[in-house]
């Protein structure tokens, strides 16, 4: 069933859609479908005064992973850790319904009853580069990602993609290169430290994985994004490039209020393995 399903992928052309629909989200259920890119033609005033706070830094959420919470979970880790003294109550309610809608969406369109969420207020950093996310075998091969403020996930069509192969060998060296621009840092060498980070900064510059004619592409933040994760097992390989979204945080600017959430899987390597697990 998996290889007639992959190849049935392989032969459709990959759609990124954009829309100003929400009811558009429920189409990353199609196989051609990589992505489905939702921003509301109208934003409500509760998410500037979310927007002020977190840029400003006065509301600050570490990263965290709730990897197995039902929606009462995490309507009750909301409700313990979203401050309450920085938010007006009116805003504070507006977004935490908002966030909950998530895993709400999820629940109604395939039954799942447990979910992988993340959430962070944070500035961004440079500790993750273009990645696909990754599912366990048989769990729901797509999930969502809000991102609140500041700027928009960068992503890649996938036909500016030479191939995955191509794909997985700058993953590989980003990721070799990021854990020894750690090691240097910790043992202090910054001459070392330095350097890496300059490696670094070409690698993504160069987007070697792209056409001559690709180009890095943004989802405008304040949108909910419906996005393809791969199966797990097909990591590193040279699948179809219509299987998962290539996507990648900013890598500077202001602190953003980021939620991701995907259904949970009962097996193991439910989520993306490597550095790129909770700097989305």
């Known amino acids: 069933m998996m290889a007639s399903t992959t190849a049935a992928v392989a032969s459709q052309q990959a759609q990124i859609l954009r829309t100003h629909e929400e009811g558009d ?11 489905v890119i939702y921003t509301p033609a109208t934003l409500p005033d509760w998410l500037n005064e979310v927007t002020s706070a977190v840029e400003l830094e006065f509301l600050r959420i570490p990263r965290t992973i709730l990897p197995q919470a ?11 850790n979203l401050p309450m003294d920085v938010l007006e109550p009116a805003a504070r309610t507006a977004l935490k319904r908002d966030i909950l809608g998530l895993p709400e969406r999820i629940a109604r369109m395939t039954r799942v009853s447990r979910f992988h969420f993340r959430i962070f207020a944070a500035a961004p950093t440079t500790n993750c580069g273009f990645h696909v996310d990754t599912v366990a075998p048989g769990a729901v091969k797509w999930g969502l990602v809000r991102v609140y403020n500041g700027a928009g996930t960068e992503y890649v069509d996938p036909n500016d993609v030479v191939s995955m192969r191509d ?23 910054t001459e070392r430290f330095a350097r890496l980070e300059a490696e670094i900064q070409i690698l993504d510059q160069e987007h070697a994985f792209l056409t001559p ?7 405008p933040s304040r949108s909910i994004v419906a996005f393809k994760h791969l199966d797990v097992s097909l990591h590193w390989s040279d699948h179809s490039k219509a299987l998962a979204w290539i996507h990648c945080s900013p890598m500077r600017g202001r602190a953003r209020l980021v939620v991701n959430v995907a259904g949970a899987s009962t097996g193991l390597g439910a989520t993306r393995p490597g550095t790129c697990e909770m700097v989305r």
Do not use: H, M
């Open 25 to 35: 989200l429920d189409r990353i259920t199609l196989p051609a479908v990589q992505a």
């Open 70 to 80: 039902d929606q009462r979970e995490i309507a009750d880790w909301l409700e313990n």
């Open 167 to 189: 794909f997985y060998r700058y993953l590989s060296r980003r990721e070799r290169l990021e854990r020894e621009r750690g090691e240097a840092q910790g043992c202090g060498n």
């Open 213 to 219: 004619r690709g180009k890095v592409q943004v989802a």
